[in-house]
């Protein structure tokens, strides 16, 4: 694929409490970000399960970002400290799987911080646009050959395995 | 008395450890032998795959598959067998959701064989002979199935009824199995047959509210017989693992590692452990949280996912990704 018209693609899980109302304050106050996160509200950071991350990164996605309360100012009392210890685990393994860091991102975004949310959506498009597609199902395709080779070993049965009447 | 069925015992990439299992059930075969003719079992009857090539479809009542997928020949024998069975069960870990032989999904073909017919001390190959799929030789040409880069499981390239976890299956649970093939009480097609409970629900240990500084390795603690492996900051796969084995590991004081696969409900194995170790960490400093992943998972994939690699939403780990960041 050509990077120059690489569009790269975002999901966002946004928490309803702060990060979602800061991109919503964007919104109201008309501050631009680029177009390529696409935003999934959840009631808390701490909802946003691995597998959700995962499930983004292997259907299509180039990047995900997990965006919630500051630490202490979780709605639900502590509950983006869970996902801070649950990010950096994942972050942990996803390393080990041979995923760039800066693809998936932990951001911290209070109701009234529309401008440093809209800023970190737009620095993170940059280093994934950097970093090209991730096309993850594409690293599990195998190539052409196995269809034919299937196909031969048919072949080869008929003819070499045929039991003399 | 009625027409016996028709049964079929298959192996992909697997160790054995399925047949072993099977006769695990001891003089129970009998009463499988009773009720089915046996068309196909590799490792113990003698029948050919041309005659199941020119059976009729679906003529095999039950096929009991186990082995994940690894070459053509597997993936072709897949398709066969479940072009003839009515009944097509991934039979154990391999064929369910991968297990050890999906672990070669963090290298790939290039690197198996440099390995295996270069770089080990005990080869000798002088001539860097290579298996190829295609031979020419004086009396024609040979041929040697392609060995995929990606291991899959069997639902990845054919339809499956039925999963049995396990690696390898508990023999009472394929009686059961069996017992509920005989009787027709078989749960809805796509459903694995076992409990829908985690191991942790099953083991005796005590438990009581989690709070990890440090994860350890087996070696290094003498746990005590009567806490949760877990609270002693052994990790324990139990919290997503499968019931069905009787939680026979962490009886016997070493941790789950999660063989019988992820519990019902339970999309990935690997990120449900993940969520569960994270929670019991017991710090809210990122870098005392980091320290205490790194020094503790240092092989994250072999912990999370050694069952279920292949079979996980990423599948397999990207060779050409190095993990770091753009500025690194």
Redesign the interface.
Known sequence: MNTETFEPKIVGFLCNWCSYRAADLAGTARIKYQPNVRIIRVMCSGRV???FV??A??LGADGVMIAGCH?GECHYL?QN??A???F???K???????????RVRLQWASAAEGVQLAEAINDMIE?VR??GPLN?SG??A?NG??EA??E???E??AEA???PA | MSEKGKLALYWAASCGGCEIAVLGINEKILDVAAAFDIVLWPVAVDAKVRSIEKMPDKSIDLCLFNGAIRTSEQEYMARLLRQKSKVLVAFGSCAHEGCIPGLGNVTNREEIFQTAYHDTPSTVNPDGVRPQTETEVAEGTLYLPLFYDTVKTLDQCVEVEYYLPGCPPEPERIWDAIVAILENKLPPPGSVIGAETTVCDVCPRTRTEKKIKEFKRTWEIIPDPDICLLDQGLVCCGIATRSGCGALCPTVGSPCIGCYGPNEGVEDFGARMMTALASVIDSDDPEEIDRIIQEGIPDPIGTFYRFSLAHGQLRRRDLNGNGKSVEA
């Open positions: 399960d691995p597998s995962l499930k990164l292997a630490p502590e400290y869970k801070m210890r649950r950096q685990m994942l942990h393994t996803l390393r080990s799987f041979g995923i760039e860091e800066d280093k950097a970093l993850w690293k599990y195998e050959e196995v080779a299937i031969r070993l048919a080869e049965h395995m045929e039991v």
